[in-house]
């Protein structure tokens, strides 16, 4: 695959449940970031991956959102016990090496029912 | 803590005709990247300019140019010989130059753009 790739395209849960999405870097790279964007609004950075270590996950809005990264690829962020606020575009974006272009996926859009 | 503003929610503009966007931002840093990217429906983020602080010379590609004020820390996109395809949302980001910062982008609200035929 060329691009960074993200799954489910689309998730609609129930308020309470928990959820997991998975993001796909492009091989090779070795940073990784989530975002997230909510209706009209710009991107709020989440948290950032160096390898599989976690500098800065200070975007993480609370304790029911984690994210991991194995083998220094894969990704995945976690939601606990959903909220309808959580609804939201959820956007990965990977990056070959400090100071190079971030290269985004097409997003994971959540809706919390 | 670094911010991106971006106050015109919409913009529209007659195909073939020029349009700007505006963005300012905050910072302490001297050195810093600053960013547009383009968002289309498909909600892939694609990176449209990009513009170094230390950099005293407006960044262009194609039909895209900036105008870069550091002492003003302002930051507008002026988008030339509009097409149908350049309507998107557009966002304004600052980045970092410190390395224990990795490639965080600080983003803007966003100006939605429409082209009219």
């Known amino acids: 695959g060329a691009g960074v790739s993200q799954s489910p395209s689309n998730k609609v849960t129930e308020k309470g449940k928990d959820v997991e999405l998975r993001c796909d870097p492009i091989s090779g790279h070795t940073a990784l970031y989530w975002y997230r964007q909510s209706l009209g609004q710009g991107l709020e950075f989440l948290i950032y991956f160096q390898g599989n270590s976690a500098p800065d996950k200070s975007g993480l809005p609370s304790d029911r959102f984690s994210a991991e990264r194995t083998g220094g690829s894969v990704s995945t962020l976690t939601i606990q016990r959903t909220q309808q606020e959580d609804s939201a575009v959820y956007l990965c974006?990977?990056?070959?090496?400090?100071?190079?272009?971030?290269?985004f996926g097409n997003g994971t859009r959540l809706t919390v029912t | 803590a670094q911010t991106v503003t971006q106050s015109q929610p919409e913009m529209s503009v007659q195909e073939a005709e020029t349009v700007t966007l505006s963005c300012t931002y905050d910072?302490?840093?001297?050195?810093?990247?600053l960013f547009w990217y383009k968002q289309p429906p498909s909600r892939q983020m694609i990176l449209v300019i990009r513009q170094e602080a230390y950099k005293q010379q407006n960044a262009t590609e194609n039909r895209f140019s900036v105008n870069f004020q550091k002492a003003a820390k302002s930051f507008s996109l002026k988008i030339s010989d509009s097409q149908l395809g350049d309507a998107a949302m557009y966002f304004c980001a600052y980045r970092s130059s410190t390395y224990n910062q990795g490639g965080k982008l600080i983003f803007g609200q966003g100006t939605e753009l429409s082209v009219k035929p």
């Open positions: 910072t302490s840093e001297s050195d810093y990247y």
């Open positions: 974006a990977s990056q070959r090496r400090w100071g190079s272009p971030l290269h």
